[in-house]
């Protein structure tokens, strides 16, 4: 199956980074000096993507100044911005507005004319980074070469905090595929702690069976019940664990500077002078 399209929900309010967020959108949140959405869509590049689907909210206006090609900057004048020009240069970046009931299955639902009949498509929620040597997008396209399946991207959380996530359970003698996806079990029901996170790797027979199904928890319309109906319908799922690297988010202030501290640490400049100012304020100096 091709996979040329990747699709990036950015329609969340960000009420747990407000103030901020009632100016721009927490997926424009700075990573040093790149926009968090921006290592998503490099991380497609880097995957072979063509295309890219942007699902806005309220404000997409800062999103599209930033992203459609009349807003983007001339070339030659500061570096960082002709790397940044040159990166999107041979991707297409589309815009397309939310609407629907709430839950994270909508956007896709939206993106649908978008992505072409019998080719696969990745789907990145915009608040999850993941910092690994090899494009996590591209490590999703390679497991589903090899397995001919749907991939989500998996890691193991607290056994505390499965209640906040679709947890999976693998079929009898297998490691890596899906048997059921439950979505955000109370612990002494949930039957491991590998959890689903915002990397998949999907078809557009998720999509159909996403407008086929009933709202799930909390009236929303889940990717989790979706996924979990292709799988019941005789559909292969398989995990892709994080095995090089790691999954952020930028959802909350405490995780936000984690993964900003994360990419501030690659940069060997920053790191010296981030490591030397710590050292100060807890006294070590």
Do not use: C
């Not at 984690?258 to 807890?282: C, F, G, H, P, S």
């Amino acid at each position: 199956m091709k996979v040329e399209t990747g699709v990036i929900a950015a329609a969340g309010s960000g009420t747990r980074m407000l103030p901020v967020t009632l100016g721009y959108p927490k997926e424009l949140l700075a990573i040093i000096n790149k926009p968090a959405i921006q290592l998503i869509i490099e991380e497609f590049i880097e995957a072979g993507l063509k295309k890219v689907i942007i699902i806005t909210g309220e404000n997409p206006g800062p999103l599209h100044r930033q992203y459609k090609p009349s807003a983007l900057p001339p070339r030659g004048k500061y570096k960082p911005l002709d790397e940044f020009v040159d990166k999107l240069s041979g991707v297409e970046i589309i815009f397309e507005p939310q609407s629907g009931p709430y839950g994270n299955g909508t956007p896709l639902m939206v993106a649908r004319p978008h992505i072409p009949e019998g080719e696969g498509f990745i789907y990145a929620y915009g608040d999850d980074i993941l910092k690994t040597k090899v494009a996590f997008a591209k490590q999703l396209v390679e497991t589903h070469k090899r397995t001919n399946a749907l991939v989500a991207g998996t890691q193991e959380v607290a056994w505390e905090d499965v209640s906040r996530y679709g947890i999976v359970e693998f079929k009898e003698g297998s490691n890596e595929e899906m048997k059921d996806v439950i979505e955000k079990p109370p612990r002494e029901e949930a039957k491991s702690n590998l959890a689903m996170f915002g990397r998949f790797l999907l078809s557009t027979d998720v999509i159909q069976i996403l407008s086929e199904i009933p709202l799930g928890k909390s009236n929303e319309l889940w990717l989790t019940d979706a996924v979990r109906e292709y799988i019941r319908r005789g559909g292969r799922v398989v995990a892709q664990p994080v095995t090089d690297g790691e999954w952020l988010t930028i959802g909350d202030p405490v995780n936000y500077l984690k993964t900003v501290i994360e990419y501030a640490l690659d940069d060997a400049e920053i790191r010296a002078a981030l490591e030397l100012r710590i050292r100060r304020l807890l006294g070590e100096q």
